[in-house]
T-cell receptor, first 113, second 115 residues
Framework: AQKITQTQPGMFVQEKEAVTLDCTYDTSDQSYGLFWYKQPSSGEMIFLIYQGSYDEQNATEGRYSLNFQKARKSANLVISASQLGDSAMYFCAIDNYGQNFVFGPGTRLSVLP | EPEVTQTPSHQVTQMGQEVILRCVPISNHLYFYWYRQILGQKVEFLVSFYNNEISEKSEIFDDQFSVERPDGSNFTLKIRSTKLEDSAMYFC?????????????FGPGTRLTVL
């Protein structure tokens, strides 16, 4: 079964600095997708970034980038130039053989002014 | 930009009552999902739906849960006899296809409170 581990229950970062949120995964599938979602205090789930297992380049979307290390089975999210509005829960997820997403426990990021 | 919508945003019900949570997925999407998030915990998969039938369900999705797509636009989750432990945020999601690059688009959620 697919599994996602996020070992940082909470993280703090100073405004304008970069922060890395860890995600490791376990899968026996050769082809898979990894996704990051942001959940602000209002509760909605906002898609941030996607990385495919066969993608040779690390994904980037604006201030978000993925540090994808396939051999280590890690897909860490890097947020550059943190803003106060980045304070939220962040979930890493893996596509489960096209059936559903398996989510990690999340990391709560707090951006300090 | 198309989005997934859910109603109501918050539902309060008495234990043992039936509730129906409603979702309107993105119109050209073919795959639909329900997830549950108990307060402060991770998002858990309940059920996936494709071509008018359940394609997969988790062990959480027992006989008290059912889903249907009654009219080609709405996608509903029914809980027949609610329990206190059903209190959670329920998210509907839809997806264009099951290729690995397709993200799931989530609705804003329905917060269910069972008293």
């Amino acid at each position: 079964a697919q599994k996602i581990t996020q070992t940082q229950p909470g993280m703090f970062v100073q405004e304008k600095e970069a922060v890395t949120l860890d995600c490791t995964y376990d899968t026996s599938d050769q082809s898979y997708g990894l996704f990051w979602y942001k959940q602000p205090s209002s509760g909605e789930m906002i898609f941030l970034i996607y990385q495919g297992s066969y993608d040779e380049q690390n994904a980037t979307e604006g201030r978000y980038s993925l540090n994808f290390q396939k051999a280590r089975k890690s897909a860490n999210l890097v947020i550059s130039a943190s803003q106060l509005g980045d304070s939220a829960m962040y979930f890493c997820a893996i596509d489960n053989y096209g059936q559903n997403f398996v989510f990690g426990p999340g990391t709560r990021l707090s951006v300090l002014p | 930009e198309p989005e997934v919508t859910q109603t109501p945003s918050h539902q309060v019900t008495q234990m043992g009552q039936e509730v129906i949570l409603r979702c309107v997925p993105i119109s050209n999407h073919l795959y639909f999902y329900w997830y549950r998030q108990i307060l402060g915990q991770k998002v858990e998969f309940l059920v996936s739906f494709y071509n008018n039938e359940i394609s997969e369900k988790s062990e959480i999705f027992d006989d008290q849960f059912s889903v249907e797509r009654p009219d080609g636009s709405n996608f509903t989750l029914k809980i027949r006899s609610t329990k206190l432990e059903d209190s959670a945020m329920y998210f509907c999601a839809s997806r264009l296809g099951t290729e690995i690059y397709n993200e799931q688009f989530f609705g804003p959620g329905t917060r269910l409170t069972v008293l």
